[in-house]
């Protein structure tokens, strides 16, 4: 019940395109759902996060897109860069983010030139 | 200082031995984590610091590994007796203990056990 269960493992996507990264969840007392970037040798770094009483958040080219009924929530990257190659977790917390994060396994994504 | 920061970088040490990994977090920040990540696998939480109290210390995997926080600041991840399956990434983070939980990383300290 604790599980976040992230798809795919790992994504090639052409410049320009749309980059799409699928998690879902079964603790429904999760309300904090972050997305974390992370660089080979670098600690994840915070990208975009939403709580469960809104649909969709965007920032930039990321938009977070939620479905609290269906307990599934996914991250959007349009206009895919080189520069947005790196591995993306998805995670999920009680309490507004002040608990412990259970992530997902992670996406490596590559962006092609 | 402008981020959470994490000593030594990396550490290779020899089945056995204990090692004690070292988190500063940010300035301020009363709430202090810490994770494993295994290699090319998502992060694991540990343990979990609100000011020098630990509510939450369900993720530590056996008794060889504690962790304690002094004055609200630097944190000390303790593994006794290392083994193999321990190495790993450990990371840190801190979020403010107040509003949005936001919890920022450190780089990490790799630790690689012979």
């Known amino acids: 019940q604790q599980q976040v269960k992230q798809s795919p493992q790992s994504l090639i996507v052409q410049k320009g395109g749309i980059s799409i990264i699928n998690c879902a969840y079964e603790n429904t007392a999760f309300d904090y759902f972050p997305w974390y970037q992370q660089f080979p040798g670098k600690g994840p770094a915070l990208l975009i996060a939403i709580r469960p009483d809104v649909s969709e958040k965007k920032e930039g080219r990321f938009t977070i897109s939620f479905n609290k009924s269906a307990k599934q929530f996914s991250l959007h990257i349009m206009d895919s860069q080189p520069g947005d190659s790196a591995t993306y977790f998805c995670?999920?917390?009680?309490?507004?983010?002040?608990?412990?994060?259970?992530f997902g396994a992670g996406t490596r994504l590559a962006v092609h030139p | 200082g402008a981020g959470v920061s994490q000593s030594p970088s990396n550490k290779v040490t020899e089945k056995g031995k204990d090692v004690e990994l070292r988190c500063d977090p940010i300035s301020g920040h009363t709430a202090l984590y810490w994770y494993r990540q295994r290699l090319g696998q998502g992060l694991e939480f540990l343990i979990y610091f609100q000011g020098n109290s630990a509510p939450d210390k369900s993720g530590l995997p056996s008794d060889r590994f504690s962790a304690e926080r002094t004055g609200e600041s630097v944190s000390t991840l303790t593994i006794q007796r290392t083994q193999q399956e321990d190495s790993a990434v450990y990371l840190c983070a801190s979020s403010l203990g107040r509003g949005i939980g936001t919890q920022y990383f450190g780089p990490g300290t790799r630790l690689l056990v012979l």
């Open positions: 995670a999920a917390s009680e309490s507004g983010g002040y608990n412990k994060l259970i």
